[in-house]
Every structure is written in structure tokens, then in C-alpha cells.
T-cell receptor, first 115, second 112 residues
Framework: SAVISQKPSRDICQRGTSLTIQCQVD?????MFWYRQQPGQSLTLIAT?????????ESGFVIDKFPISRPNLTFSTLTVSNMSPEDSSIYLC????????????FGPGTRLLVL | QKEVEQNSGPLSVPEGAIASLNCTYS??????FFWYRQYSGKSPELIMF????GDKEDGRFTAQLNKASQYVSLLIRDSQPSDSATYLC????????????FGAGTRLAVHP
């Protein structure tokens, strides 16, 4: 299994500001994913972050709004830029330990409220 | 049409009964299917995955897959109050890279 931590666990932010969420995993992984889960909704993939290459964004998500860094095989950050109340959500990182998805683990999530 | 559909519930079952959770998907090329459990306020936890038609059993959990009908289900035998959670069905997108598409989840309530 994998131990995944996220920081911060929760935050309240003002509109127009930016927040960077960190994801740390206790083993080296090739693929890391960032998801959003809005209240009462399921998970929506924002982007896939692979070390050594640019993140791959899903439809509806753009790099200017959600820049991602992946400096090494155990760490990634997601920034939510120029926030609005619509960005209030839970943001989750997940990792795929072996590249075949049956071992995908989720971090504890970051609960974001934008006022 | 939603890509992965689940009944939102709540599905209420008595303790000890069998809970049956269902999921349909639209991508005929999908080959890999997953069930996650999410307790309120917690992150999703992988409980089952299935690739082949038929049944796959793991303890009290059985996943069933029928690719021709584009249908996957999860049975929970001897349901316990601790099974009360939202169950998310996820399908691996067949478009060439590792992307999971999640259903909206079914909320299960097991009452004593």
C-alpha cells in the first residue's frame, strides 16, 4: 500500500487568491492524479501528473487555472488560481503504484472553501 | 448520456442482508472496472476490481461483470452497519491512457 499525505487538510480562502495544495507519497510512483469532488458529487479528474513531463489536463480544466508541478517521484502540487466560490470543493490526489490502476490510492483530501 | 451511471440511493438494507449495488457504463471498449467505498468525510478506498466477465469474490464482497450488457455490480453479503458508506463505481477509459471515470455513487445504509 501507499501512505499519502496532503497539505493543507482544509482552508478558507478569499476570492481572487490562490492556494497551493501539496501531495506527498511514501514511495516512488510514476503516475499521480488530481481530482475534484464537489459537494454531493462524484470525483472528476483534473489532470494527470507524470514526473518529467507536462501534466495532462482533462476537458474543462486548464493549466492557467490549475497549474501542477511534479518535481520528483514522490511529490506533486496543485495550485488553484484566482479562486471563486465555484472552486469550493475537496481536492484529492491519488497515486497508481504499479501503473495498472488496481493499486490506485487516494490521499485524505484538501477541503477548500472560497468566500 | 452519463458515462458511468449509478442509482444515488440511499439503498437501505437490514443488518445481515445482501446489499446489491449496480452500475452501467457507456464505453464499450472499457476493460477494467473498480468499486470504491467512501465514508462520509473520508477519501475513496479501493475495495474491488474486475477485468473479466463473471464473478469475482473477496470475503463478503462479490463483483459481477457483464461486458455485453455493459453492467457491473457489487454484492455485499452479511451487511454490517460499518458497511454504510457511498460506493463509487469507476471505469477505466479505453481511449489510450490511464483515466478512471467515476459514477456519482450509491449511498448504502445498513440498519441494525
Amino acid at each position: 500500500s501507499a501512505v499519502i499525505s496532503q497539505k493543507p487538510s482544509r482552508d478558507i480562502c478569499q476570492r481572487g487568491t490562490s492556494l497551493t495544495i501539496q501531495c506527498q507519497v511514501d514511495s516512488q510512483v510514476t503516475m499521480m492524479f488530481w481530482y475534484r469532488q464537489q459537494p454531493g458529487q462524484s470525483l472528476t479528474l483534473i489532470a494527470t501528473a507524470n514526473q518529467g513531463s507536462e501534466a495532462t489536463y482533462e476537458s474543462g480544466f486548464v493549466i492557467d487555472k490549475f497549474p501542477i508541478s511534479r518535481p520528483n517521484l514522490t511529490f506533486s502540487t496543485l495550485t488553484v488560481s484566482n479562486m471563486s466560490p465555484e472552486d469550493s470543493s475537496i481536492y484529492l490526489c491519488s497515486v497508481d503504484l504499479r501503473g495498472v490502476l488496481e493499486t490506485q490510492y487516494f490521499g485524505p483530501g484538501t477541503r477548500l472553501l472560497v468566500l | 448520456q452519463k458515462e458511468v451511471e449509478q442509482n444515488s440511493g440511499p439503498l437501505s438494507v437490514p443488518e445481515g442482508a445482501i446489499a446489491s449495488l449496480n452500475c452501467t457504463y457507456s464505453d464499450r471498449g472499457s476493460q477494467s472496472f473498480f468499486w470504491y467505498r467512501q465514508y462520509s468525510g473520508k477519501s475513496p478506498e479501493l475495495i474491488m476490481f474486475i477485468y473479466s466477465n463473471g464473478d469475482k469474490e473477496d470475503g463478503r464482497f462479490t463483483a459481477q461483470l457483464n461486458k455485453a450488457s455493459q453492467y457491473v455490480s457489487l454484492l455485499i453479503r452479511d451487511s454490517q452497519p460499518s458497511d454504510s458508506a457511498t460506493y463509487l463505481c469507476a471505469v477505466l477509459f479505453s481511449g489510450g491512457y490511464n483515466k478512471l471515470i467515476f459514477g456519482a455513487g450509491t449511498r448504502l445504509a445498513v440498519h441494525p
